[in-house]
């Protein structure tokens, strides 16, 4: 191994090297002091105890400032606070902020006597999962400057780390002096040889004068290979605790942090206010949360959130740690059997009502979204006959879903230029293609439709509302069966999430309720006679419906920063194969076992964090089954329910409407239950709701979508 430093200048002389720190080359090299300490010729054996010590700490942040007097110290105190609030986490923090270690008074522990055994240090204890180890306590009067050098701080700092038991810890938040100096470059060389480090999280205000000096941090971080979550920017406002007006006290004359992250590529955390009584607190040692639970701190200031983006940003791989942006649903437009409208497909949902009628020319029972000049119903009136003709049903209920979430998201005409669209559809115009073929066979295919290849097309939908809406993101569309909305909306949102789009108006449709599709679901054998009923012991297949459902998802900071209201968070996404049967699920239902716990995986939660499965379960006997068993193998007992006894099988649109439904849940925080769930036949350990219930506490839920050819995909959602 090279003892040539990743970070060293360059003609760098080795760390083993006499001239180790002392040549011209090593000028301002992060390593010139460790190195001309002589302190890194040798293998430190120290390492060795320092990588014990931490090994049961799962997640190391460094807490950094450019300059002192921006708040670092309170960031860092509130964000342990509030992790710690989630009472299953551990957490901690070490304050080696040598020039003011000022975490013991913040958290109420100060002048405590640090007590040691044959074990180490022992932690002081907030309460019983926060703990803080401090340089104040070291420090008989806190008023005396401390004055230490480096050889001294380092070997300091190393004994924090060395000898202090922390034992099993989520969290470690580490509490640095502000600027680049000898403390930070000893922590970050610590750990990263005998541990590891998640990354640093930037604190700064709006002023130039506190952005020149992160610049610097930031650099400091690139050379040193420590990842930077993000900044957060403190003091952004000052919001009155009286009267919640809200005055900007230093103006970002440079674009503030926002602007540079942009430059530097770097991620916006968030914008915190100034409160007084947050400084009041921090003084008494006391918990502002506990202190000031209803704060009127709605202007700029989302810290809980902030504090969640910072907790889903540590858990993530170092890719993830970089670059991952959270993904929120803003807008929703829907047309189901029910009709036009996203309230009264909740509202009939919520009421356990039904929307499926018999239909007297197809002989059988259907979801046909009601037709006419009423608000909630399908007006064709308003398109001229020359503009339907250009396109299918479905790409007509895309247009109509598109302006219902376009308006209900708030987004304005500039916001439309640079949005992305992924729009699916199970099935091409079968009655068009039918009719064509008819007229080839008899001779009068030059009474074959121009429009006939763009009416059949299943990316179309996408296509007609791009260019209606000017939106010149990326146009995508998903093909997967019945799996196809939440494929759509699923990508979309990895989209977001990798940095390619901003916004992406996403979901599926399916128009293609006709004697063709029919006839050949029936052929599948696939269609029941009598009804929808999901989970019921006399269920026989599904209903055909007809539907749509497209969602405007964006970036958290984007929505956050116009005040758009948001339903949940697309937090993680997670797709397999089954690799079994063309229309068959496996009975084992393995893959949407395998879909479920990759979306787990990508959320970075456990299967007993889910509160609530909404279930594909299209009222077969086999497919509910199989994924019943596979949701009890995962999550024993968890709340479940399909919406598919409300408005039968859309197919392709599926779950897209089940995604928004189940959004809307979240946002109201009530469970929809099962319609027509008389008596199970399923044995397995699943809570089968037959009628809604409100949604208490955590509200997490997984939409699962399978379609045919073994197709599987799950959807997390959050509760914001």
């Given at each position: 191994m090279s003892d040539v430093p990743e970070n060293a200048n360059e003609h760098c002389p080795g760390t083993r090297s006499e001239q180790a720190g002392k040549t011209s080359s090593c000028a301002g090299c992060p390593n010139q002091t460790a190195c001309a300490s002589g302190e890194l010729r040798n293998p430190d054996a120290d390492l060795i105890f320092i990588s014990d010590r931490l090994k049961n700490v799962?997640?190391?942040?460094?807490?950094l400032s450019g300059k002192g007097g921006v708040g670092k110290s309170t960031v860092t105190a509130n964000l342990a606070r509030a992790l710690a609030a989630d009472g299953t986490k551990q957490v901690a923090v070490l304050d080696v902020d040598i020039c003011g270690p000022s975490q013991a008074r913040m958290m109420g522990v100060e002048g405590r006597n640090v007590h040691e055994s044959a074990e180490g240090w022992s932690p002081i204890f907030v309460k019983d999962n926060l703990a803080i180890m401090s340089i104040a306590f070291l420090i008989q009067n806190r008023n005396e400057a401390v004055i230490w050098r480096g050889a001294r701080k380092n070997a300091l700092i190393k004994q924090f780390l060395k000898d202090v038991d922390w034992?099993?810890?989520?969290?470690?938040?580490?509490?640095?002096?502000?600027?680049?100096?000898?403390?930070?470059?000893?922590v970050v060389q610590y750990l990263l040889q005998a541990s590891s480090l998640d990354g640093a999280i930037l604190v700064t205000t709006p002023q130039e004068v506190a952005l020149l000096d992160v610049r610097k941090e930031v650099n400091f971080c690139r050379k040193t290979n420590v990842p930077v979550l993000g900044v957060l920017e403190n003091m952004s406002v000052f919001v009155c605790p009286c009267c919640t007006h809200a005055t900007r006290l230093f103006p970002g004359t440079t674009g503030g942090a926002k602007g540079m992250c942009e430059e530097m590529s770097l991620r916006l955390l968030g914008t915190l206010p100034l409160d007084p009584r947050m400084a009041e607190c921090s003084d008494r040692g006391k918990d502002f949360f506990e202190e000031y639970p209803g704060s009127p701190l709605k202007i700029g200031w989302k810290f809980m959130r902030t504090l969640d983006l910072v907790l889903y940003a540590a858990v993530g791989p170092l890719f993830a740690l970089r670059a991952m942006n959270r993904v929120v649903i803003t807008g929703i437009g829907v047309l189901s059997p029910f009709g036009v409208g996203k309230k009264l497909l909740f509202e009939s949902l919520i009421s356990a009502k039904v929307g499926l009628k018999y239909n007297n020319a197809l002989k059988t029972i259907v979801g046909c979204i009601p037709e006419g000049t009423a608000p909630d119903q399908l007006d064709l009136s308003k398109w001229p006959k020359g503009e339907r003709r250009k396109m299918s049903?479905?790409?007509l209920l895309a247009l109509i879903a598109a302006e219902e979430a376009i308006k209900d998201s708030g987004l304005e005409e500039k916001d439309l230029l640079e949005t992305g669209v992924d729009i699916g559809m199970g099935i091409a115009d079968l009655e068009l293609i039918?009719?064509?073929?008819?007229?080839?066979?008899d001779g009068k295919s030059h009474k074959v439709t121009p429009y006939f290849v763009p009416r059949i097309l299943t990316n179309m939908p996408a296509g007609h509302v791009s260019i209606r809406y000017g939106m010149r993101g990326a146009n995508l569309s998903s093909c997967t069966a019945c799996a196809t909305g939440l494929h759509a909306i699923g990508d979309a949102s990895t989209f977001i999430a990798m940095g390619r789009a901003k916004k992406m108006l996403a979901g599926a449709v399916e128009g293609c309720i006709n004697p063709i599709a029919i006839t050949g679901f029936q052929r599948c054998r696939a269609l029941s006679a009598s009804g929808s009923r999901p989970f019921d012991r006399t269920r026989d297949g599904f209903i055909l419906s007809e539907g749509a459902a497209l969602l405007v998802l964006e970036k958290l900071e984007d929505a956050q920063e116009r005040n758009a209201h948001i339903y949940a968070e697309v937090r993680g996404y997670g797709v397999a194969g089954d690799a079994f049967h063309l229309t068959l699920p496996a009975e084992d239902g393995v893959g949407g076992?395998?879909?479920?716990?990759?979306?787990?995986n990508d959320a970075h939660v456990n299967a007993s964090d889910i509160t609530y499965v909404n279930a594909h379960a299209t009222s077969t006997p086999a497919g509910d089954r199989a994924e019943a068993h596979a949701i009890a193998a995962l999550m024993p007992g968890v709340p479940v329910s399909s919406i598919k006894g409300h408005i039968g099988h859309t197919l392709g649109a599926a779950g897209a409407i089940e995604v928004a439904a189940t959004a809307m849940c979240i946002d109201q925080k009530v469970i929809v239950g099962n319609v027509n769930l008389n008596e199970t036949d399923i044995n397995e350990n699943v809570n089968l709701l037959r009628s809604p219930v409100d949604w208490e506490g955590r509200r997490i839920a997984l939409v699962n979508s399978f379609g045919f050819g073994g197709s599987h995909a799950t959807l997390c959602l959050f509760g914001f």
């Amino acid at each position: 191994m090279s003892d040539v430093p990743e970070n060293a200048n360059e003609h760098c002389p080795g760390t083993r090297s006499e001239q180790a720190g002392k040549t011209s080359s090593c000028a301002g090299c992060p390593n010139q002091t460790a190195c001309a300490s002589g302190e890194l010729r040798n293998p430190d054996a120290d390492l060795i105890f320092i990588s014990d010590r931490l090994k049961n700490v799962n997640h190391k942040l460094l807490i950094l400032s450019g300059k002192g007097g921006v708040g670092k110290s309170t960031v860092t105190a509130n964000l342990a606070r509030a992790l710690a609030a989630d009472g299953t986490k551990q957490v901690a923090v070490l304050d080696v902020d040598i020039c003011g270690p000022s975490q013991a008074r913040m958290m109420g522990v100060e002048g405590r006597n640090v007590h040691e055994s044959a074990e180490g240090w022992s932690p002081i204890f907030v309460k019983d999962n926060l703990a803080i180890m401090s340089i104040a306590f070291l420090i008989q009067n806190r008023n005396e400057a401390v004055i230490w050098r480096g050889a001294r701080k380092n070997a300091l700092i190393k004994q924090f780390l060395k000898d202090v038991d922390w034992g099993t810890i989520d969290y470690l938040l580490i509490d640095t002096p502000p600027g680049t100096s000898d403390e930070h470059i000893s922590v970050v060389q610590y750990l990263l040889q005998a541990s590891s480090l998640d990354g640093a999280i930037l604190v700064t205000t709006p002023q130039e004068v506190a952005l020149l000096d992160v610049r610097k941090e930031v650099n400091f971080c690139r050379k040193t290979n420590v990842p930077v979550l993000g900044v957060l920017e403190n003091m952004s406002v000052f919001v009155c605790p009286c009267c919640t007006h809200a005055t900007r006290l230093f103006p970002g004359t440079t674009g503030g942090a926002k602007g540079m992250c942009e430059e530097m590529s770097l991620r916006l955390l968030g914008t915190l206010p100034l409160d007084p009584r947050m400084a009041e607190c921090s003084d008494r040692g006391k918990d502002f949360f506990e202190e000031y639970p209803g704060s009127p701190l709605k202007i700029g200031w989302k810290f809980m959130r902030t504090l969640d983006l910072v907790l889903y940003a540590a858990v993530g791989p170092l890719f993830a740690l970089r670059a991952m942006n959270r993904v929120v649903i803003t807008g929703i437009g829907v047309l189901s059997p029910f009709g036009v409208g996203k309230k009264l497909l909740f509202e009939s949902l919520i009421s356990a009502k039904v929307g499926l009628k018999y239909n007297n020319a197809l002989k059988t029972i259907v979801g046909c979204i009601p037709e006419g000049t009423a608000p909630d119903q399908l007006d064709l009136s308003k398109w001229p006959k020359g503009e339907r003709r250009k396109m299918s049903r479905g790409s007509l209920l895309a247009l109509i879903a598109a302006e219902e979430a376009i308006k209900d998201s708030g987004l304005e005409e500039k916001d439309l230029l640079e949005t992305g669209v992924d729009i699916g559809m199970g099935i091409a115009d079968l009655e068009l293609i039918a009719e064509s073929a008819n007229l080839i066979r008899d001779g009068k295919s030059h009474k074959v439709t121009p429009y006939f290849v763009p009416r059949i097309l299943t990316n179309m939908p996408a296509g007609h509302v791009s260019i209606r809406y000017g939106m010149r993101g990326a146009n995508l569309s998903s093909c997967t069966a019945c799996a196809t909305g939440l494929h759509a909306i699923g990508d979309a949102s990895t989209f977001i999430a990798m940095g390619r789009a901003k916004k992406m108006l996403a979901g599926a449709v399916e128009g293609c309720i006709n004697p063709i599709a029919i006839t050949g679901f029936q052929r599948c054998r696939a269609l029941s006679a009598s009804g929808s009923r999901p989970f019921d012991r006399t269920r026989d297949g599904f209903i055909l419906s007809e539907g749509a459902a497209l969602l405007v998802l964006e970036k958290l900071e984007d929505a956050q920063e116009r005040n758009a209201h948001i339903y949940a968070e697309v937090r993680g996404y997670g797709v397999a194969g089954d690799a079994f049967h063309l229309t068959l699920p496996a009975e084992d239902g393995v893959g949407g076992s395998l879909s479920m716990q990759r979306c787990l995986n990508d959320a970075h939660v456990n299967a007993s964090d889910i509160t609530y499965v909404n279930a594909h379960a299209t009222s077969t006997p086999a497919g509910d089954r199989a994924e019943a068993h596979a949701i009890a193998a995962l999550m024993p007992g968890v709340p479940v329910s399909s919406i598919k006894g409300h408005i039968g099988h859309t197919l392709g649109a599926a779950g897209a409407i089940e995604v928004a439904a189940t959004a809307m849940c979240i946002d109201q925080k009530v469970i929809v239950g099962n319609v027509n769930l008389n008596e199970t036949d399923i044995n397995e350990n699943v809570n089968l709701l037959r009628s809604p219930v409100d949604w208490e506490g955590r509200r997490i839920a997984l939409v699962n979508s399978f379609g045919f050819g073994g197709s599987h995909a799950t959807l997390c959602l959050f509760g914001f």
